[in-house]
């Protein structure tokens, strides 16, 4: 699954230089988190970075993209090659 930055996020810019695939970025209002980049750390980290790092625990799993480990990790080898 990819994960999602919701409304609660202040815009603290500790979770985008976390993020290994450069998945995060500053959209409209706050933060937002590209699907075909999140891996979830999957192939980096045990843990989503962002998640460990977010001072006010806005990032959340996205409903939307799910994905089980061995497709974050696929997906972590396509990142890796381009």
Same mark, same amino acid.
């Given at each position: 699954?990819?994960?999602? #930055?919701? =409304? +609660?996020?202040?815009?603290? @810019? $500790? %979770?985008?230089?976390?993020?290994?695939?450069?998945? #995060?970025?500053?959209?409209?209002?706050?933060?937002? #988190? @590209?699907?075909?980049?999140?891996?979830?750390?999957?192939?980096?980290?045990? +843990?989503?970075?962002?998640? $460990?790092? %977010?001072? $006010? +625990? %806005? #990032?959340? $799993? =996205?409903? +939307?993209?799910?994905? =089980?480990? @061995?497709?974050?990790?696929?997906?972590?080898?396509?990142?890796?090659?381009?």
């Amino acid at each position: 699954m990819a994960l999602r #930055i919701t =409304d +609660e996020c202040i815009n603290c @810019d $500790v %979770c985008e230089p976390q993020c290994p695939n450069t998945a #995060i970025s500053m959209g409209r209002e706050h933060y937002i #988190i @590209d699907p075909s980049r999140c891996t979830e750390c999957v192939g980096h980290f045990d +843990e989503p970075q962002c998640q $460990v790092f %977010c001072p $006010v +625990e %806005c #990032i959340e $799993v =996205d409903p +939307e993209h799910t994905e =089980d480990k @061995d497709e974050l990790l696929e997906k972590f080898r396509r990142l890796a090659v381009s």
